[in-house]
């Protein structure tokens, strides 16, 4: 059974980058497309962008300026860094690994990352 | 605002049967079969319960369709049990840069 664990600090100062690495065990990170989601505070899901494991990448327009992913395969990881980050990124951040078009399989437990100074 | 737009909430009782709808446009759930529909309890991620508007991962029971028609996806919940009361997203692959868009959510509340 694949399991996905979200790791990096939990708490980020504004205008600072936000960093967070998501570790896959139980199966190979190869050849899939692996996404971050996020979700503030009581509120809905926001997709961010996914990064395939032969390094091609889609970012959510609204984020693109700011968000580079990064994968691992050595290591079993991919990696989100959002650049600039406001008040308005405090999330509870998720990292999965995409099904079919659209459809998220596999859910990290997520990890909330407040951003405060 | 989300880009699909679902009711905040739905409720039932046990037994019941209760739907949930999912409205996008034309550049997703009307042109795409790939709506989605993710179960969340408070606390925990989201599950997927139903992909390619109506197809089930395995382990999730067929109490739970889904169905599409036109620009709206539904979600059907049949024999509602207290354990379905949780929040239910839906999503839709919307094709390009943006790949995927999901709704605000709907909680459901088992009467």
């Known amino acids: 059974q694949v399991q996905l664990q979200e790791s990096g600090p939990g708490l980020v100062k504004p205008s600072e980058t936000l960093s967070l690495t998501c570790t896959v065990s139980?199966?190979?990170?190869?050849?899939?497309?692996w996404s971050w989601i996020r979700q503030p505070p009581g509120k809905g899901l926001e997709w961010i962008g996914y990064?395939?494991?032969?390094?091609?990448?889609n970012y959510n327009p609204s984020l693109k300026s700011r968000v580079t992913m990064s994968v691992d395969p050595s290591k079993n990881q991919f990696s989100l860094k959002v650049t600039s980050v406001t008040a308005a990124d405090t999330a509870v951040y998720y990292c999965a690994r995409q099904g079919g078009l659209g459809a998220t399989s596999y859910w990290g437990q997520g990890t909330l990352v407040t951003v405060s100074s | 605002q989300s880009a699909l737009t679902q009711p905040p909430s739905a409720s039932g009782s046990p037994g019941q049967s209760v739907t949930i709808s999912c409205t996008g446009t034309?550049?997703?759930?009307?042109?795409?079969?790939?709506v989605s529909w993710y179960q969340q309890y408070p606390g925990k991620a989201p599950k997927l319960i139903i992909y390619e508007v109506s197809k089930r991962p395995s382990g999730v029971p067929d109490r739970f369709s889904g169905s599409k028609s036109g620009n709206t996806a539904s979600l059907t919940v049949s024999g509602l049990q207290a354990d379905d009361e949780a929040d239910y997203y839906c999503s839709s692959y919307a094709g390009g840069n943006i790949y995927v868009v999901f709704g605000g959510g709907t909680k459901l509340t088992v009467l």
């Open positions: 990064i395939h494991t032969s390094g091609s990448t």
């Open positions: 034309s550049s997703d759930v009307g042109v795409y079969n790939y």
């Open positions: 139980g199966g190979s990170i190869s050849s899939y497309y």
